[in-house]
């Protein structure tokens, strides 16, 4: 026990030596996360509450066109700006100084009315509303298209989102021009005959529960745990640095020479490099719980969480630490460890799902994901976030990151007893 608190003060005493080590360990992480929060939140508010430019060519002049003007207005999303030519409009938003442009029709009020009567009139003659007068001739009216253009560089979700917003106005204006022909039609002086064109089908969306109030995600609930894994996990930067330096300056040599193993060296690594995982890990809650709301962002909420996110930490802190023994075992020079390992941190957080959610990547990059410990760390993070789960819920992440640390620490010892045997 003597040997591995001499080991644990040898690492501190490395450790607090080090500024630039611990600049990046606790100073990256705070300017990242802070930095993508914001970056996030305002990119939700602009689309939320900003107006977008949205250029309009009016060729119809007609009632739908005024009810298309109408539903983008009352959208409160878009400073609708009118062009008289397609030609104008198309070059702004190819140029990139509009996002986006609507081309209405020529007519198009008019054929849409023209063909829902003429489909009006054949339903009623079936069921003999209508009576015959001689057989009049169809007019072939030509279907027609609302033209969209969109700037080449526009994002495809925010496209596909426009996309399908300006096709539910349409059919709704078309459903609704289909009720009035045969209001219209079925109407007399009499009786008058009215459809009910409210809406019938409604979506409701519905969010999980706690204590009777409802759990809402925001930015902070997201990007706190996925940047704080991935600060955990840059941890292995500065540990195999420190190992590589200690090989190069003759320590392990020394240490050799004493009756210490290298499973106690490296035990002495792991709790102090896990402490500081763990610190790093409270500086994220406190800057996700007192500096967002400061900077206007939503507060992170941890109430009844604490205990649960702090095991969850702590287990993915012992995986990173795991992985810089590793690599710090294996490597030889400082440019071999700092170059890999922040390479390879970064690689682990994008096929981990910090980047971008798993479920948006293609199959096999899903199927690599599970490989990650990062992906591991992530989900459990979530299910104790945003899932309101318990202990047992995350005993399957948390059993994976344990065996993770076991490997690499076992694979490290193995390593280099065969390194060093004679």
Request: one cysteine or more; charged letters at 20%.
């Amino acid at each position: 026990m003597h040997k591995l608190w001499a080991s644990i003060y040898k690492e501190f005493l490395l450790l607090t030596r080090d500024l630039g080590g611990l600049t990046i360990l606790f100073v990256m992480p705070i300017v990242l996360i802070v930095t993508i929060t914001l970056i996030q939140d305002s990119s939700f508010k602009s689309i939320s509450k900003s107006k977008i430019p949205l250029l309009i060519v009016d060729n119809d002049k007609g009632y739908i066109s005024e009810n298309i003007f109408e539903g983008i207005t009352t959208q409160n999303a878009f400073n609708v700006i009118v062009k008289e030519s397609e030609e104008e409009a198309r070059d702004l938003v190819f140029k990139g100084e509009y996002q986006f442009a609507i081309i209405i029709p020529e007519n198009l009020s008019r054929d849409l009315e023209l063909k829902i009567n003429q489909n009006v009139d054949s339903v009623l003659s079936e069921f003999g509303f209508e009576e015959e007068e001689g057989t009049e001739s169809v007019v072939e009216i030509a279907p027609k298209e609302v033209r969209l253009y969109f700037d080449p560089a526009i994002q495809y979700a925010f496209k596909e989102s426009i996309k399908s917003g300006i096709d539910q106005m349409i059919s709704k204006i078309e459903t609704q021009s289909i009720y009035k022909a045969f209001q219209e039609q079925l109407s007399n002086e009499e009786s008058e005959f009215s459809f009910d064109s409210e809406k019938f089908i409604s979506f409701k969306e519905i969010v999980p529960k706690l204590n009777d109030q409802e759990i809402l995600p925001n930015s902070a609930q997201h990007n706190v745990p996925a940047w704080t894994l991935f600060a955990i996990f840059f941890i292995i930067v500065p540990l195999s640095i420190n190992m590589v330096k200690e090989k190069s300056q003759g320590t392990f040599v020394r240490l050799r020479t004493h009756p210490v193993s290298y499973a106690t060296v490296l035990g002495g690594k792991t709790i102090v490099f896990s402490g500081v995982c763990l610190l790093q890990f409270v500086f994220m809650l406190l800057i996700g719980v007192y500096l967002f709301p400061a900077l206007g962002l939503p507060t992170l909420d941890v109430s009844g969480k604490i205990f649960l996110l702090f095991i969850v930490a702590f287990f993915a802190g012992l995986a990173a630490v795991g992985l810089g023994l590793l690599l710090g075992t294996i490597a030889n020079s400082q440019e071999q460890a700092a170059p890999f390992g922040a390479t390879f941190v970064v690689v682990l957080a994008a096929i981990g799902g910090v980047w971008v959610p798993v479920f948006m990547m293609p199959n096999f990059m899903q199927v690599l994901s599970n490989l990650s410990p990062m992906n591991w760390g992530l989900n459990a993070f979530y299910d104790v976030f945003l899932r309101n789960v318990g202990f047992l819920e995350i005993l399957p992440e948390l059993g994976l990151l344990l065996l993770f640390f076991l490997i690499t620490t076992l694979i490290s010892i193995a390593y280099n007893n065969k390194k060093n045997a004679v």
